[in-house]
T-cell receptor, first 109, second 115 residues
Framework: GQNIDQPTEMTATEGAIVQINCTYQTSGFNGLFWYQQHAGEAPTFLSYNVLDGLEEKGRFSSFLSRSKGYSYLLLKELQMKDSASYLCAVWDSNYQLIWGAGTKLIIKP | DVKVTQSSRYLVKRTGEKVFLECVQDMDHENMFWYRQDPGLGLRLIYFSYDVKMKEKGDIPEGYSVSREKKERFSLILESASTNQTSMYLC??????????????FGDGTRLSIL
């Protein structure tokens, strides 16, 4: 079966750095997305990786290793507004999006 | 900015009722999707559509149907609502994308409770 694993919940301190991991086992791979979802709101697109390596976008970076079936989202200089759930999703060989359950990130002052 | 609008944020219905959830997008996207989101589970795809009048079953279509009469509108129908359909329902849209970066854009969701 197809599966995406993320930690259920993480806690970090304002101003610090946090890394949210995502591992996947899917039938094929055509790209990986990260989304942010604040409580009660719509998921919003953060990043897309299809090649190995690090993609940097301001305070957020996303890394992919296709051989390891692994990605992470790196958040720097954490702010209170970064408290949210972070969803990992993989496009499989049929271009169906497979979603992880999400990681709830709690930022403490 | 892309805008995906779902008709209701909160909805309470009774078991056995026929329920309509409406979704409208203003970006001329070909693709539209209906998901449900439950605690501890990833988003699960109910139905999707790549064109007007076209629909495809997702992973959990049982108990649901959809309608896409116009490009901008995609409706989800619960034929006879049951308590296990209590959930958050999310609509999304996107441009066609295979091998490209075409993220899905989501509405704010409808929290549906079936009593």
């Amino acid at each position: 079966g197809q599966n995406i694993d993320q930690p259920t919940e993480m806690t970090a301190t304002e101003g610090a750095i946090v890394q949210i991991n995502c591992t996947y086992q899917t039938s094929g791979f055509n790209g990986l997305f990260w989304y942010q979802q604040h409580a009660g709101e719509a998921p919003t697109f953060l990043s897309y990786n299809v090649l190995d390596g690090l993609e940097e976008k301001g305070r957020f970076s996303s890394f992919l290793s296709r051989s390891k079936g692994y990605s992470y989202l790196l958040l720097k200089e954490l702010q209170m507004k970064d408290s949210a759930s972070y969803l990992c999703a993989v496009w499989d060989s049929n271009y169906q999006l497979i979603w992880g359950a999400g990681t709830k990130l709690i930022i403490k002052p | 900015d892309v805008k995906v609008t779902q008709s209701s944020r909160y909805l309470v219905k009774r078991t056995g009722e026929k329920v309509f959830l409406e979704c409208v997008q203003d970006m001329d996207h070909e693709n539209m999707f209906w998901y449900r989101q439950d605690p501890g589970l990833g988003l699960r795809l109910i139905y999707f559509s790549y064109d007007v009048k076209m629909k495809e079953k997702g992973d959990i279509p049982e108990g649901y149907s959809v309608s896409r009469e116009k490009k901008e509108r995609f409706s989800l129908i619960l034929e006879s609502a049951s308590t296990n359909q209590t959930s958050m329902y999310l609509c999304a849209s996107s441009f066609p994308g295979q091998g490209g970066n075409q993220p899905q854009h989501f509405g704010d969701g409808t929290r549906l409770s079936i009593l």
